[in-house]
């Protein structure tokens, strides 16, 4: 029974034609994306500026502020420029963890291909963040210290951090669905049920340390060369 089942969302196939495959991972990263963008309409059709606000406008301003306290306070810096971004993957991440709970739904979180694109996206927002902020010369500037001889050492970590985010949200997520299936097939009803919740809450802080993690790598790279802004400012070598 337990070889019969199917882990991760990449092996249900819904269609093929030639090299054209449409797997779940696809369809529920589409169902996803369509329940946040629907949603997000839906809250913020109307809004409003006086004192006077929906209950889903005080949550989404809830959720927001709480976006930008995270985001501040690892970065030290004005969150502004960040949390779109952050807050995008925190969202989607945790969504897609949620909806586990449905019949039928197959979390995308499970499949290292959507891992492995979320840390891609990581990957690429670092550096343009960085050189956003200091310049394609002062972010450039950090891989050389503290001689050029570390360059190729920096670039290694770099690539590294970012397969060692997108194996550890996929590790945790699958992990989760090969436990949960072994109890099905071995206990009785309430145990998968729980380790269901269980799930869900690893849901939710697996989308947060994701999220976070993101945000200490792109602070890492503003904040340096912020230093070294203020260093140049005050007419100290780094």
Same mark, same amino acid.
């Given at each position: 029974?337990?070889?019969?089942?199917?882990?991760?969302?990449?092996?249900?196939?819904?269609?093929?034609?030639?090299?054209?495959?449409?797997?779940?991972?696809? =369809?529920?990263?589409?169902?996803?994306?369509?329940?946040?963008?629907?949603?997000?309409?839906?809250?913020?059709?109307?809004?409003?500026?006086?004192?006077?606000?929906?209950?889903?406008?005080?949550?989404?301003?809830?959720?927001?502020?709480?976006?930008?306290?995270?985001?501040?306070?690892?970065?030290?810096?004005?969150?502004?420029?960040? =949390?779109?971004?952050?807050? &995008?993957?925190?969202?989607?991440?945790?969504?897609?963890?949620?909806?586990?709970?449905?019949?039928? $739904?197959?979390?995308?979180?499970?499949?290292?291909?959507? &891992?492995?694109?979320?840390?891609?996206? =990581?990957?690429?927002?670092?550096?343009?963040?960085?050189?956003?902020?200091?310049?394609?010369?002062?972010?450039?500037?950090? $891989?050389?210290?503290?001689?050029?001889?570390?360059?190729?050492?920096?670039?290694?970590?770099? !690539?590294?951090?970012?397969?060692?985010?997108?194996?550890?949200?996929?590790?945790?997520?699958?992990?989760? &669905?090969?436990?949960?299936?072994?109890?099905?097939?071995?206990?009785?009803?309430?145990?998968?049920?729980?380790?269901?919740?269980?799930?869900?809450?690893?849901?939710?802080?697996?989308?947060?340390?994701?999220?976070? !993690?993101?945000?200490? $790598?792109?602070?890492?790279?503003?904040?340096?060369?912020?230093?070294?802004?203020?260093?140049?400012? !005050?007419?100290?070598?780094?």
């Amino acid at each position: 029974m337990i070889s019969q089942i199917q882990i991760s969302p990449d092996q249900i196939i819904f269609w093929k034609s030639g090299f054209v495959t449409l797997n779940a991972t696809i =369809v529920f990263t589409w169902v996803t994306m369509a329940i946040l963008v629907c949603t997000s309409l839906f809250v913020t059709r109307n809004l409003s500026s006086t004192n006077e606000i929906s209950r889903l406008q005080n949550l989404l301003e809830v959720l927001v502020s709480g976006i930008r306290d995270q985001v501040r306070d690892v970065c030290q810096q004005d969150p502004t420029p960040f =949390v779109p971004f952050v807050g &995008t993957l925190f969202l989607f991440i945790a969504t897609a963890n949620l909806l586990a709970i449905v019949p039928g $739904y197959h979390t995308p979180t499970s499949s290292l291909s959507t &891992t492995a694109a979320l840390a891609t996206c =990581v990957l690429c927002a670092v550096p343009m963040f960085g050189v956003a902020r200091c310049g394609f010369r002062g972010y450039i500037s950090q $891989y050389l210290q503290p001689s050029i001889v570390m360059l190729p050492f920096n670039v290694i970590g770099e !690539l590294s951090r970012t397969l060692a985010l997108a194996v550890r949200l996929y590790g945790n997520m699958m992990s989760g &669905t090969v436990i949960a299936a072994v109890l099905l097939a071995f206990v009785p009803l309430f145990v998968p049920i729980a380790m269901q919740l269980l799930g869900l809450l690893t849901g939710m802080i697996q989308a947060y340390i994701f999220a976070i !993690l993101a945000m200490v $790598y792109i602070a890492s790279a503003t904040r340096v060369q912020h230093r070294s802004a203020s260093a140049n400012h !005050l007419g100290i070598k780094t």
